[in-house]
Every structure is written in C-alpha cells, then in structure tokens.
C-alpha cells in the first residue's frame, strides 16, 4: 500500500491529528531529544507512528521511519537466552541516538523450520525475572547498553491474560 494511501486512512480516521511529528527527520544524537509521554498526552500529539519499510515523511510527515529513529534486536528466537544486539537496521554496530527496540519473541520450529509461539513457555518468557524472561532480558540489555529498552515487544500473552 503507498504511504499516501495510509496518510489518507490516518486523516479521514482523525489519528492524523493526534500523531507526533519530531522537529528532526534524522538519527537524533540522543534520545532524550524525543518528548515525554506527558509532553505529548499535553499537546494532543500523543500517537507516534512508525513504518519498517515504505516510510516518506517528505509525503507523510507524520508516518515515521522506524530505522531511522530506533533499532531492534533479533526475533523469531528458538533460544531462550535472548540477544541484545541489534539486528535491524542491519549493518548498524551503535544504538547512539535511536530508540531501543526489544523482540522477546520465543518460537519452537516445526518441521520445514516453520516458527511458532513456544506456549509450553510462554509463562516463562513473559515473566519479570529468571532465565528466558522478559524482565531478564530488559536488565541485561539495559547492563549492556547503559540505558532500559524504549520498546519490549511480546508474541502473546499468558494463558490468564488471553
């Protein structure tokens, strides 16, 4: 779908409106150049969002380039010791500037390497501490980057929270 095409949805839905849109449209030189969420929720720009791919703010200047203000780690993993590393945009080696992006995605491989959700595991990976979980992985990579993950994204809830 063409950025303008979305741009059209978000205006006719009114999210438009709402939709932050930074002062600079590159790599900040760190992340407090970015709003608190009570400065946004204060100027009614309290919606941030970003496209992986497609993104032109020259077009939308409120649809954002997620590589150009954040970076995340590997995802899909079939391991439960979860990297810090960044993995997209690839070929970046430092964070310095961008928003931190954390995918706690635990998958089990089916045959043909088809991926799915470990739910075996789920109540591990979305816990706040021990091995595999998702409070363990936001204090190694805040250890190992100096600074919390801005994002923790998850593949699904725990059974109770379903």
Not at 34 to 59: C, E, H, K, Y
């Amino acid at each position: 779908m063409a950025i303008t095409v979305w741009g059209e949805i978000f205006n006719t839905s009114g999210i438009a409106e709402m939709a932050y849109v930074p002062p600079f449209r590159s790599t900040p030189t760190d992340t407090l150049s970015w709003p608190s969420l009570g400065t946004m929720i204060s100027s009614g720009q309290r919606v941030v969002v970003f496209l992986d791919r497609g993104a032109n703010q020259a077009q939308v200047p409120f649809i954002l380039d997620e590589f150009t203000y954040m970076w995340e780690t590997p995802f899909d993993e079939t391991n439960a010791s979860f990297s810090c590393n960044i993995d997209r945009p690839s070929g970046l080696t430092n964070g310095t500037g961008r928003l931190a992006t954390v995918n706690h995605f635990l998958d089990t491989a089916l045959p043909h390497n088809i991926l799915i959700p470990d739910f075996a595991e789920i109540n591990r990976t979305n816990s706040v501490s021990g091995y595999g979980s998702l409070g363990e992985q936001a204090l190694t990579c805040a250890a190992e980057s100096g600074k919390y993950p801005n994002f923790m994204l998850v593949d699904c809830l725990s059974p109770g929270l379903r």
